[in-house]
């Protein structure tokens, strides 16, 4: 790690005033499109005050140079993004709409499909992977007990170099695992000898991590992402304020595949409208599917 700031003030002050807090806010906005209310300041205070502790360093104003100088400012800046963006999640942690996927659309979504089977999915915002590589597990549980050839990918980006890097390892504690079912913690993961979990190999090779910024994605973002049977972006459009909530949703509904579907989390957005995607009529889970494949379903999945 580089070095921490060379100045550190002898007498300054823990509190962090307005006009400091819409500075740092400012910055969260610039980089990455996250909306930070007044309100959340003892959440970024609370989070500054940590890093700089570690690094050695007391005033808010030096911490804030430091970020925005040089090759060193970059390194830190990896940093904090993991310590203001990362929550813990665990396995399987939305049950429902993972049985929903299992239940009612892999079944219609591969069903026109002949010969060797494929479905791609993307865990946008997937933290340190339990979401991407739950979804991989449904998946091979999907298609595994259909037989025959198939493939599958699972996609999983974050902003965050750190949890991308805990997602790659997969390695876990047994709290992480907790909701996962006996059959399968035998199946997909192995019991390391320190007490933590490992995804076993073959399903790691399924799931690929990446860095992507949502807020602030670019045309190649969304070419390499394109042909999505399946996007889950659950507990990150939280982050951002409404507009920039509807331009992350209209670009993700361009990455899907006709008949696709887009899983947001519950209460996450409000007067989205798309010319091309209905809301599925689910009352537990919020889902958005592509409108090419409306017709033909029964009336109890529609769309509303």
Same mark, same amino acid.
């Given at each position: ?97 993972? +049985?929903? =996927? $299992? /239940?009612? @659309? ?12 494929? *479905? ?62 006996? +059959?399968? =913690? $035998? /199946?997909? @993961? ?12 073959? *399903? ?66 409000? /007067? ?33």
């Amino acid at each position: 790690m580089s070095a921490a700031p060379q100045h550190v003030p002898r007498h300054a002050s823990s509190a962090m005033e307005d006009a400091e807090f819409t500075r740092w806010a400012d910055l969260l906005r610039e980089r990455l499109g996250l909306s930070l209310a007044p309100a959340r300041k003892s959440f970024l205070v609370t989070n500054l005050r940590l890093r700089m502790r570690e690094i050695g360093c007391r005033d808010f104003a030096d911490y804030y140079d430091y970020l925005n100088a040089g090759a060193h400012g970059a390194a830190e800046w990896a940093v904090l993004i993991d310590r203001l963006t990362v929550h813990e999640t665990r396995f399987f942690r939305d049950t429902q709409t993972l +049985e929903w =996927l $299992a /239940r009612e @659309f892999l079944p219609r979504c591969t069903q026109a499909q002949t010969g060797a089977l494929t *479905l791609n999915a993307w865990s946008a915002g997937c933290a340190t992977g339990e979401e991407a590589y739950s979804l991989a597990i449904v998946l091979d549980q999907f298609l595994a007990g259909r037989g025959g050839e198939y493939y599958f990918g699972v996609s999983a980006s974050d902003v965050s170099l750190a949890a991308l890097a805990a997602g790659r390892s997969g390695i876990y504690s047994a709290r992480c695992l907790k909701d996962v079912p006996a +059959e399968l =913690l $035998a /199946r997909y @993961f192995t019991l390391l000898d320190n007490g933590r979990y490992q995804v076993n190999a073959r *399903l790691r090779e399924r799931v690929c991590f990446s860095q992507l910024n949502l807020a602030e994605m670019t045309a190649a973002d969304k070419a390499l992402m394109s042909g999505m049977d399946i996007i889950f972006c659950q507990n990150v459009l939280i982050y951002f304020e409404q507009e920039r909530r509807h331009a992350i949703l209209d670009h993700l509904a361009q990455c899907l595949k006709p008949g696709g579907v887009l899983v947001l989390g519950a209460g996450e957005v409000l /007067r989205w409208n798309h010319s091309e995607m209905q809301r599925v009529n689910n009352q537990q889970c919020l889902i958005y599917r592509q409108t090419a494949w409306v017709q033909g379903m029964n009336a109890g999945e529609g769309v509303r």
